[in-house]
């Protein structure tokens, strides 16, 4: 039987680093990456047969867990039908309409292959519809791997930020500005000063790449209020929380809070492909309008709205848009956050937690991160530490201290027990 170091060194001599996406070396938390050779309902096994409860869920899509006999279906019968025709198909219109059914700021979409794809569009539009340059973002949010969206803060609050990535020149990132996130008074002085030259503010409404920290309603709502009174574009980056942390994304969950509160364009991942390669990006049917092949900005792909991504997508929403969906995942996320946190205690370990439905986070600390740098202030060697007790014990979370977790509707309150316990063993020992 193959190993996973041996098949992590012969990754490593055809593929940069052995993986197609960073996190999936383990650098942030040391060891040997698992290659995983199956997965069902909460499992993944891998290459050498070890089972795993999956805490990471592909990061996110796999929120009806793994092969779900009704996605399965819907997927091997359109693969029969064709893979792909580069012609519009009525199942891109179905998907297109469950999304707008469920998420009302939302009126019409544009179906991509990424979440990188969907972000870098929604602010290229948001630049082509407003006339304007300037975008701004919050330091620990991640929006794919967009050039402009690649940035850390500037030497000072209104200065421009740097490149985060080799590769990309300083004038591509000159003009996106990196705030601190749930920073109120950085986000009034920069739409005091440059609010006219302002295109679009971008955020993760509950900040998944920074494991997990919520935007303050106060925040949200006044970012709101500065991009309606300056004519910039609020864009809410839903790839992690669409259909994650709600039916209707981290969005509804505000509405809620804040009377009459919509995006102006929302970008979508994830949990819509159902594991397939499918994002999108939605808003007004008025912004929309200057969208190729009606207006100037122009977007398109290959596999946009690839048959069988969508009917991989489409499964997944009806689904989870059926009665007590919601309900039942975010009671199941609450306990494990709980269980988590009561074996911390009793271990005497500090330990911050939290979840809105099936997306989860925890720190090692004593409160929860307000924003990236008290996330990045927080115990990482125990967190580090933790990951690889609870991986030893048959249980995966996400390998990096600045990552979400997430459960799936096939997790058993078993499953869910069995990580508690796996955790008061590894808080013990670690
Ligand atoms: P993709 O291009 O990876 O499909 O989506 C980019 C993206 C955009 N916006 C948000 C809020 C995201 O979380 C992501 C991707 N998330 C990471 C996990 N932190 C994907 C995992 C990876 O990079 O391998």
């Not at 009704?70 to 064709?82: I, N, P």
């Not at 804040?258 to 970008?267: A, E, M, Q, W």
């Not at 500090?350 to 740098?373: H, T, W």
Request: proline share 5%; aromatic share 10%.
């Amino acid at each position: 039987m193959t190993t996973n170091q041996a098949l992590f060194e012969r990754a490593q001599r055809v593929i940069p680093g052995g993986v197609n996406s960073p996190v999936r070396a383990f650098r942030a938390v040391g060891g040997t990456p698992r290659f995983i050779a199956r997965a069902h309902g909460a499992y993944m096994w891998d290459a050498e047969g070890t089972r795993f409860i999956d805490y990471i869920g592909s990061w996110g899509p796999m929120i009806l867990g793994h092969g779900h006999p009704a996605v399965l279906e819907a997927v091997q019968k359109a693969a029969l039908d064709g893979f792909s025709f580069g012609a519009p198909t009525e199942r891109e219109v179905e998907l297109a309409e469950e999304i707008i059914k469920h998420v009302p700021s939302v009126e019409q979409v544009r179906l991509v292959s990424s979440g990188t794809e969907a972000g870098m569009s929604a602010i290229r539009l948001a630049r082509g519809a407003t006339g304007r340059s300037k975008i701004v973002k919050f330091e620990g949010c991640y929006h794919g791997h967009a050039d402009a969206l690649l940035v850390k803060a500037g030497s000072g609050l209104a200065t421009f930020g740097h490149p985060t990535s080799a590769g990309v020149p300083p004038e591509v990132v000159q003009h996106t500005l990196v705030l601190e996130y749930n920073n109120l008074a950085q986000i009034e002085e920069v739409f005091a000063t440059q609010g006219h030259e302002i295109a679009c503010v971008m955020i993760e409404p509950i900040a998944g790449n920074m494991n997990f920290v919520r935007a303050q309603v106060p925040f949200v709502q006044r970012i709101g209020e500065l991009c309606t009174q300056h004519g910039a574009l609020f864009v809410f980056d839903e790839v992690m929380t669409g259909f994650r942390v709600a039916l209707g994304g981290a969005q509804s969950v505000y509405a809620k809070l804040i009377p009459g509160f919509k995006p102006d364009i929302s970008v979508f991942g994830k949990v819509i492909g159902g594991g397939m390669p499918l994002a999108a990006f939605g808003t007004s049917r008025k912004i929309m309008q200057h969208l190729a092949p009606l207006g100037p900005v122009y977007q398109a792909g290959t596999l946009s709205g690839n048959p069988v991504a969508t009917a991989c997508g489409l499964a997944t929403l009806k689904e989870i848009a059926k009665p007590g969906f919601y309900e039942a995942l975010g009671a199941k996320t609450q306990s494990l956050v709980a269980g988590l946190s009561a074996a911390a205690k009793a271990a005497g370990v500090p330990f911050a937690g939290d979840s809105e439905g099936g997306m989860f986070g925890f720190f090692f600390a004593s409160e929860l991160p307000q924003n990236y740098n008290v996330v990045m202030a927080t115990d990482k060697e125990r967190f580090n530490r933790f990951f690889h007790g609870m991986l030893d014990r048959g249980v995966y979370l996400a390998p990096a201290l600045y990552e979400a977790g997430f459960v799936s509707a096939a997790h058993s309150a078993d499953d869910i027990a069995a990580t508690v316990a796996a955790a008061r063993e590894a808080l013990r020992s670690a």
